[in-house]
């Protein structure tokens, strides 16, 4: 599921959940997250598609490296965000391929 499709909802059911109200700045800052998120997703449907095999977490771990500057790039919650992303693209695309 497109994480864009919930975003409003899922801010206003945190703000709910915890009292604490989410910036404007820090709404942008999750707005670009989920964006990339979706373009995540997508790559994994389009890999699922086209047959080529998953891309691993090590693949997310070396991007998170080269475009986070996360030098560690293990246990990077945005590494792990994009990853599942792309696992769930990929997942609801190849049971599509299947059907």
Known sequence: MKLTETLNQDIRKFEK???KTVSPKLRDLISELVVAG????D???KDAREGCPQRTKE????????????????????VDL??????????????????
Not at 38 to 41: I, L
Not at 63 to 73: A, N, Q, V, Y
């Open 38 to 41: 979706d373009q995540f997703e």
């Open 82 to 99: 994009m990853h599942k992303c792309y696992i769930d693209g990929y997942n609801a695309a190849a049971l599509e391929v299947l059907a």
């Open 59 to 78: 693949d997310f771990v070396t991007w998170g490296r080269r475009e986070l500057k996360d030098l560690e790039g293990e246990d990077n919650p945005i």
């Open 17 to 19: 959940t915890t009292g």
């Open 43 to 45: 790559l994994g449907a």
